[in-house]
């Protein structure tokens, strides 16, 4: 049989080796072909990722904004809570000072207008 390229044998004739030639030449078309097509289809998914990446990204920056505020709020509403509970626990004195005096202001008014203790 002659010399052989794989399983086939190899062209005797000019005619032969250019058909050949030639049907190599479509096979490695048709396989170039393929794989732009694989890339291709890689690079849109790639562009798909991406714009999915960007939107999430997006979102979690905007869920981080909005935790911030949140956050700074209750710092706030913390910061409120220690102000009144300073005002609770100096207002129960405070209630015993302006009874303190609402009693002696009472007094003073009973004795400048003459009025006899019961």
């Known amino acids: 049989m002659g010399c052989t390229v794989g399983e086939k044998a190899m ?4 005619e032969e080796f250019n058909d050949y030639v030639a049907k190599e030449l479509r096979t490695g078309d048709k396989r170039m072909n393929t794989l732009t097509d694989e890339i291709t289809a890689v690079k849109r998914e790639q562009a798909e990722f991406r714009r999915l990446l960007k939107e999430n990204t997006d979102a979690t920056n905007s869920i981080k904004a909005d935790t911030a505020e949140l956050l700074e ?20 004195p405070m209630g015993y000072v302006v009874g303190l005096g609402a009693s002696i202001a009472a007094f003073w008014t009973a004795m400048k207008s003459g009025v006899p203790p019961k």
Do not use: D, H, Q
């Open 73 to 92: 709020a209750f710092r706030s509403f913390k910061g409120a809570m220690k102000v009144l509970e300073w005002i609770g626990k100096a207002a129960k």
């Open 11 to 14: 062209p005797r004739t000019p």
